[in-house]
């Protein structure tokens, strides 16, 4: 949505400032009004090379246009009808007007037909002057300027000491475990519910992953599946390396609890913070409260440097650690001297620029990502078949992705049922992480859920729905989605046959 104040115009306006206006606001439109702030008509650039064309002048007024009753719909219009009267007067942008015929807003046709996809990169305004400035000094590599402040402007927006920047964060993650000596025939514990990039880099290492339930107030790993897993661990006299701890959807674990029960075990924890860069926990930056943090930088995260990541912690030597083996492991020699393996995980200097400039506006997007889920919780209050994820009280989530449990008392719509449905209207939503302790490639790894005989992480996935939730969602798209998904969930109501939950 454009904000409407900027497209009205009046009568007395001259043509030329109309058209400096037309250009400035970008919207394809300006909105005529009269006294009383009634609508009179639309002006497009081509009405005003008419007027020209017709012999006015540039210090003509506006006065001078034909009258031409604007094409409008009512503040309650559905979107789909919207797009019905776009279509069949050839418009592309359409005035909302209330009872008094005062325009409220413009909703464009971009807005209403394109594909919503559940989270994209969104750029700002200084990504460019980094990029430039790369390719202006001939830093096209994998080393230079931009990755050197990258990193300190992460570890000072982190308050953390060191960070490594890598190129990805599956890479951090794959790094991590080297740091922390994990070799073949070691065991590895790791969230359930997450992305498979948590968990694939224990089977790089070639050791041996055990997955812990999440529990109902973080979604985060449950404190007591790890404290009984921790304690068979131990009487086995087989501790684990490691433990992985994600940070799920923009929110944080609750680490003290973790921390303490890792601790008391002396074992290490890597915070995987990939997608909750820009949360708090007790005033703490997500991914700075384990041994070692890692984020991701991937296309589909808060903010993005198309690809990357970064290992972050306080052990400057750790640090140093991963930078000598993110760049093939080279000794400091005159010649190639190589004791151990590498790797060639180092991130470019042309995509550490784009990310300094995305770290500018990680703060703006963080608050983006929060109205969306703000707009949605509100929007569908009287759905009582929603769930949200809930925000604990330790800390800031950063509503990376709006997601929401469908109660199946409540509503006979299943989350693959709403996601079929809400493709049809070109409304990307998805299940929840499918957890891994159910995926095939881990089959037969060992499981810890929350409760001896309560699985929250299956519960989720069987429930789950995440919505589209990018930082440059506009409130038309988001005005869609929620219709839509009223549709879909009052549909039920008709009769739709009920579908299994997908697998
Ligand atoms: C995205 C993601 C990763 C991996 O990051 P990449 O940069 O894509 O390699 C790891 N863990 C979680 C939880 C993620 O969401």
């Not at 055990?210 to 006299?237: C, H, K, Y």
């Not at 400091?332 to 500018?360: T, V």
């Not at 739709?496 to 997908?502: D, G, I, L, Q």
Request: with cysteine; charged share 20%; hydrophobic share 40%.
């Amino acid at each position: 949505m454009t904000d409407v104040d900027r497209l009205v115009i009046r009568v007395s306006t001259s043509i030329r400032d109309a058209l400096e206006q037309l250009q400035n606001t970008a919207a394809g439109v300006l909105l005529l009004i009269g006294d009383e702030g009634q609508l009179l008509r639309t002006i497009t650039d081509g009405d005003l090379r008419r007027l020209m064309l017709a012999g006015f002048g540039m210090h003509d007024r506006l006065s001078a246009l034909p009258s031409q009753p604007p094409i409008v719909v009512a503040e309650n219009t559905d979107m789909v009808e919207a797009l019905h009267v776009m279509s069949a007067n050839q418009i592309y942008q359409l005035p909302v007007v209330d009872v008094n015929g005062r325009p409220s807003r413009v909703l464009f046709r971009h807005d209403l037909d394109t594909k919503i996809l559940l989270s994209t990169p969104h750029l700002g305004e200084y990504e460019i002057g980094f990029v430039e400035e790369a390719f202006r000094t001939n830093w096209i590599a994998p080393l230079g300027p931009n990755i050197d402040a990258f990193e300190q402007e992460i570890a000072d927006y982190l308050r953390v000491k060191h960070a490594a920047a890598v190129s990805s964060g599956t890479a951090a993650l794959h790094l991590a475990l080297h740091l922390l000596n994990v070799r073949p025939g070691d065991v590895v514990f790791c969230s359930s519910l997450t992305f498979v990039a948590s968990a694939n880099p224990v089977l790089y290492v070639g050791a041996v992953p055990v997955f812990i339930d999440s529990e109902p107030t973080t979604w985060n790993m449950s404190p007591s599946a790890l404290e009984r897993a921790l304690a068979e661990a131990d009487q086995r006299g087989k501790l684990p390396k490691a433990v992985i701890v994600v940070n799920l959807y923009g929110q944080s674990a609750d680490m003290d609890a973790l921390l303490a029960l890792c601790n008391r075990y002396e074992v290490p924890v890597v915070e995987d913070a990939a997608e909750s860069l820009g949360a708090t926990y007790k005033g703490r930056r997500s991914g700075t409260l384990g041994r070692i943090g890692i984020l991701s930088f991937n296309g589909n995260k808060i903010i993005t440097t198309s690809c990357g990541g970064m290992l972050v912690s306080n052990d400057g030597d750790l640090i140093r650690r991963a930078r000598f083996l993110s760049t093939q492991g080279r000794e400091s020699k005159p010649w190639y001297e190589h004791r151990e393996i590498g790797f060639n995980y180092g991130m470019s200097n042309i995509l550490a620029g784009i990310g300094r400039g995305q770290l500018k506006v990680l703060d703006d997007r963080v608050e983006a990502r929060r109205q969306v889920f703000d707009r949605y919780e509100t929007g569908l209050k009287d759905l009582s078949a929603f769930n949200w994820m809930p925000e604990a009280p330790f800390g800031r989530c950063t509503r990376w992705l709006s997601v929401a449990s469908l109660d199946p008392s409540r509503s006979e719509v299943a989350p693959g049922n709403l996601i079929d449905r809400l493709a049809r209207f070109s409304i990307e939503a998805r299940h929840v992480w499918k957890p891994m302790h159910r995926q095939p490639l881990f089959s037969g790894c060992e499981y810890y859920p929350h409760g001896e005989k309560y699985s929250f992480s299956d519960n989720v996935f069987d429930t789950g729905v995440c919505l589209p939730s990018s930082s440059n969602i506009t409130r038309t798209q988001q005005d869609r989605i929620i219709k839509a998904i009223g549709s879909v969930l009052r549909a039920q109501a008709t009769g739709e046959p009920r579908h299994a939950a997908s697998q």
